[in-house]
């Protein structure tokens, strides 16, 4: 989207957008108002980057790759848990409140500090599994399984849609548990028994109070409620594993 | 292999690092491997300019083995190298070159000669063979070559430097964007910035200055008075839900839209296009790209016509040449430094061009450039250095390696 | 840090502000109903009626404890509780207890990894469970007067 309108001649429709922000040294908070020009697959983060380059240069906010694989655009928007680079922003209303996630500190405007989240990871965390996509192929020569990418992008949209966390900061959180319940999945050398350990700490798998609204957040299909549970059938004795359903 | 060197002692040369992509952070980590101090200041997060965006292909080399063996030749020896010092972040299943059409198999011969000059491990199969690795192909293939590609994951792969040169004692500035060059008596002396976390503004100074923002060289090359070739050439990507191939699969040819498919994760991402453009901040997505992404992609693998919309996006290629060339696919992607005192500013230095695959050979070749510039008589030590993983970026307390 | 620090910057390592769901008090996060689903819902109506289960339980012996006055007290409790409106506050203490309990068992058997991937299939199911029997109680109740 330029500055400059619509390639036809015309400007696309202008949506209201409330914006937190916040410096460091501030007092405090505040919302800012932009009108936006907002055209037919214009994403939420399109937008936000519309007001950086023609508004106000010192908004700040996390993006990467543009397709919800780097996980660093998380963000509420009117109140819901989503990356900013795939929500359309046409569908949202006429005014369309942007807030940085809930749970982890503001480092400034748009920007949490993530490190919130990469400090209660285990430390064992995975990051490349045996690909279960496509099953029937055979692998090349010398590679004995096809692998991918754990499906965790490390977002932390579920941290902040957690209602547990929304109360206390020890909760290790969902992103944490669902690794760990991965790693009993597919210990790769991993000893379970160092999981379970970690996992059955008060502050850990027991804090769960099954809301499954880390499950509804996560964008990247990894479920974690239904791994936390699945991770305390293992802590009281049995053994389970939750199937990946592609997304589709 | 090798860890972290200990940190820098105050006396030693201070390097001001402008650009936080993949370039800017291998460097940091290059020159700090070296015992140089090193300040790096990127304007947004980590890697949310180009680098962040591309479809996350580690090259083998084989596209440019018949029109670029310069490039195809970086690529190989870049490839293994990072397979080797960042474990654990690659999706490491080899890829395809498929010909689909009798124009695609007269590019065969070359292709295969190309690929065996320039070092490329490659492996001939029937298009059986092909469809036993890679179901979901398109059935009509009439051949198909085995090479070394690989999936990276585009952010985290370069975070791993930014990671380690953190850990090494390099002072890394995200949210902090570059007003001003500071320039006093011919020479570039430092960087006039602002801090966007609090909202202050200040100078930087340093023995040098290394301009490493990629598509955006010119518009900083301007703050010093000087130009740098460069030609900001966007192109297109297609992300689809479903992992309709794990390995990627090129389309035989001469480079040309949507030729690749690349699987990440449970995405398939359908590249790419080419155009060029005067402003890299203002990037459209042209609706007719995005629909021959989806045209060209299926004609690799056919599920990509119906699979699920995730998302489309730009990002734009650092290309070396004139800005003249029309489509942006003319111009070489090798890469280049280029010491600015041969345009008469001393203590500045860009480093440009290239593709995500190369970044540490990038990095090592203009470390090398800034050692002799500030007499420092130290090679690279990134070829046999582990990084540390991406999440030891975050981490207070260093972490143990992948 | 082996680099220059600009003067400021050493602001970025202090507290920022923590955004939480709710009305500014820490527990009230998860009543918050903007931008929630299902599981959320009902773990807020999980709570509140826990809540007033327990509100219940002191009024019942509360209740009860008139036994202890005799019984023209007694009598006169039971006047009162033949009462419209105090009729309809037991269908909404039957509601809580069907709910907390009917719910109760659906966290049962997710949260102990037993059908861990079915919470929203076994809330509605148990919701229809719970529905008939809260209205075959409710007329029993009304129907009694």
């Known amino acids: 989207m330029s500055e400059a309108g619509h390639p036809n001649g015309s400007s696309p429709p202008t949506r209201t957008f409330r914006v937190y922000r916040y410096k460091r040294g501030d007092p405090g908070w505040r919302f800012d108002g932009f009108e936006v020009p907002v055209g037919a697959r214009a994403t939420v983060l399109e937008a936000l980057r519309w007001i950086q380059l023609h508004r106000d240069r010192t908004l700040a906010l996390r993006h990467s790759c543009l397709h919800a694989s780097c996980g660093t655009c998380g963000m509420q928007v009117n109140g819901r848990e989503v990356l900013a680079c795939v929500t359309p922003a046409d569908t949202l209303g006429s005014t369309i409140t942007v807030e940085p996630l809930a749970n982890i500190p503001v480092l400034t405007d748009l920007v949490v500090d993530m490190r919130q989240l990469f400090e209660r990871l285990p430390d064992e965390i995975g990051t490349v599994r045996t690909s279960d996509a496509l099953p029937q192929a055979s692998p090349p020569d010398g590679i004995e399984t096809y692998e991918r990418f754990e499906d965790c992008i490390e977002c932390g949209l579920c941290l902040s849609a957690c209602p547990v966390s929304a109360t206390s900061d020890a909760y290790v959180g969902p992103a944490a548990l669902a690794a760990a319940q991965r790693l009993l999945e597919e210990p790769r050398g991993v000893d379970p028994e160092r999981i379970l350990d970690w996992a059955q700490d008060p502050n850990g798998a027991w804090q769960c109070h099954a809301a499954f609204e880390c499950t509804e957040a996560c964008p990247s299909n990894v479920r974690p409620a239904e791994r936390i549970m699945a991770l305390r059938g293992a802590l009281a004795g049995g053994r389970r594993t939750v199937a990946t359903v592609m997304p589709g | 292999m090798t860890r972290s060197a200990p940190r820098a002692s105050r006396d030693a040369p201070h390097v001001l690092i402008v650009g936080g992509g993949g370039t800017g952070g291998a460097l940091a980590h290059d020159l700090t491997l070296r015992g140089i101090r090193v300040t790096l200041v990127e304007r947004g997060e980590f890697t949310s300019g180009t680098t962040g965006r591309h479809h996350g292909l580690l090259h083998s080399g084989a596209r440019y083995a018949v029109n670029d063996r310069e490039s195809a030749i970086e690529c190989i020896e870049e490839n293994a190298i990072l397979r080797a010092i960042c474990p654990g972040s690659f999706e490491e299943n080899d890829g395809l070159f498929v010909a689909l059409t009798d124009e695609d198999l007269e590019y065969y011969a070359d292709f295969v000669e190309g690929c065996k000059a320039c070092g490329i491990p490659i492996e001939e199969l029937t298009p059986q063979e092909a469809l036993g690795m890679e179901p979901l192909l398109n059935p009509e293939l009439k051949a198909a070559v085995r090479v070394p590609d690989a999936t990276m994951d585009a952010m985290r792969m370069p975070l791993r430097f930014f990671a380690t040169a953190k850990h090494g004692g390099a002072t890394l500035y995200n949210f902090m964007e570059v007003l001003d060059l500071v320039v006093e008596g011919g020479a570039v002396t430092g960087a006039t910035v602002r801090d966007q976390v609090t909202g202050s503004e200040g100078d930087l100074h340093a023995d040098l200055v290394v301009n490493a923002t990629g598509p955006w060289s010119e518009k900083i090359a301007r703050m010093a008075g000087v130009d740098v070739p460069i030609s900001p050439s966007p192109g297109v990507m297609l992300a689809l839900y479903g992992r309709l191939c794990n390995m990627v699969i090129n389309r035989m040819h001469r480079s040309g839209d949507g030729d690749i498919v690349v699987p990440q994760r449970a995405l398939s991402v359908v590249g790419t296009s080419s155009w060029t453009v005067e402003d890299p901040d203002e990037l459209d997505v042209p609706e007719d790209h995005v629909t021959r992404m989806r045209t060209e992609g299926a004609k690799l693998i056919p599920a990509v016509a119906q699979a699920g919309f995730r998302a489309a996006w730009s990002a734009a290629r650092p290309l070396i040449g004139a800005m003249d060339a029309d489509s942006g696919r003319e111009l070489s992607r090798t890469f280049k430094t280029i010491d600015h005192a041969d345009d008469g500013v001393e203590g500045f230095v860009t480093i440009t061009g290239g593709k995500a695959t190369t970044l540490r050979g990038m990095a090592e070749l203009c470390g090398d450039v800034i050692s002799r510039k500030l007499g420092v008589d130290r090679p690279s030590t990134t070829r046999t250095v582990t990084t540390l993983p991406h999440t030891a970026f975050y981490a207070e307390t260093e972490r143990r390696l992948a | ?145």
């Open chain 3, 1 to 145: 840090m082996s680099g220059q620090e600009l003067p400021g910057t050493e602001r970025r390592d202090d507290d920022g502000p923590v955004l939480r769901k709710g009305v500014g008090i820490p527990a009230s996060g998860w009543f918050d109903p903007r931008g929630r689903a299902l599981g959320g819902f009902a773990f807020a109506v999980n709570r509140v009626t826990g809540l007033g289960l327990v509100v219940y339980l002191y009024l019942h012996l509360a209740v009860l404890s008139m036994l202890l006055r005799g019984e023209s007290a007694w009598s006169g409790f039971l006047r009162l509780a033949t009462n419209w409106l105090f009729l309809s506050l037991d269908v909404l203490l039957i509601f809580g207890i069907l709910y907390h309990g009917l719910n109760g068992i659906r966290v049962a058997l997710v949260g102990s990894g037993v059908v861990p991937d079915r919470q929203k299939a076994l809330w509605w199911a148990l919701g229809v469970i719970g529905t008939i029997t809260l209205a075959f109680s409710a007329l029993h109740i009304y129907g009694s007067r």
